[in-house]
């Protein structure tokens, strides 16, 4: 097992290098991020704190640091009480925002994707399992939604269950190619759709739970 304070200075390295030049002001957000284990949601990844995005397993990611603070930043921006996070992968940006002080449901639906983690670090979180495209309908109205990945367009069902004036923040990617250029939004449900506003621009892996079915043509 790393020595305990390796792994502290490993978390400043990541507060300092990768997270605070990359414009994410927030004392929140680094205050968690200096004091969460983040290897505790990486299984012990040796690579825990690199500027990567790690393998879960059946194309799913743990997201980069630097993209998950700005994710979270942009969610405490909005001053939310209650959030979903769909797509929570082992709960590391869950248990951000629960000790920012934020309410938190977290939405997986892959049961081997449960981590114990969440539980230890941030059991006021909600873990919930369903469909992620479907949302949680049960736990809204929620001032803030955030899809943890990146997501060719943004399902309408999510639109029922933001408060007013709620937000919808993910990675809208261009295309469904491999390492595609995505955007990162904030969006908000109108008459005519959801209407965004792009922060940043950024490549963050494909939720596989979001990509259309297959066509086929014979």
Same mark, same amino acid.
């Given at each position: ?70 994710? &979270?930043? =942009?969610?405490?921006? @909005? ?6 996070? #769909?797509? !929570?992968?082992? *709960?590391? $940006? /869950? +248990? ?14 892959? &049961?081997? =994707?449960?981590?114990? @983690? ?6 006021? #979180?909600? !873990?919930?399992? *369903?469909? $992620? /495209? +479907? ?14 990945? &990146?997501? =060719? ?19 809208? +990617? ?45």
């Amino acid at each position: 097992m790393a020595d305990l304070n390796a792994l502290a200075v490993q978390r400043d390295n990541m507060v300092d290098s990768q997270v605070r030049p990359n414009h994410v002001h927030d004392t929140r957000v680094t205050a968690a991020m200096r004091v969460l284990p983040r290897e505790a949601f990486a299984a012990a990844s040796p690579l825990a704190y690199a500027d990567a995005d790690l393998p879960l397993g059946g194309g799913r990611f743990m997201l980069q640091p630097m993209i998950v603070a700005r994710l &979270a930043q =942009l969610a405490l921006d @909005a001053n939310p009480t209650h959030v979903l996070v #769909v797509g !929570a992968g082992s *709960g590391y $940006l /869950a +248990a951000l925002l629960s000790l920012a002080g934020v309410e938190v449901v977290a939405l997986e639906e892959e &049961a081997r =994707l449960t981590n114990a @983690a969440l539980a230890a670090y941030a059991p006021k #979180v909600q !873990a919930v399992a *369903g469909r $992620l /495209a +479907a949302g949680w309908p049960s736990g809204s109205p929620y001032d803030v939604i955030i899809i943890e990945g &990146a997501v =060719l367009d943004i399902p309408d069902a999510l639109a029922a269950q933001l408060s007013p004036g709620g937000q919808v923040i993910t990675i809208l +990617a261009d295309d469904a190619a491999p390492g595609a250029l995505g955007r990162a939004v904030v969006a908000e449900p109108g008459a005519g759709g959801w209407s965004s506003v792009r922060v940043f621009d950024c490549t963050v892996p494909l939720l596989p739970q979001f990509m259309p079915a297959p066509v086929f043509s014979f």
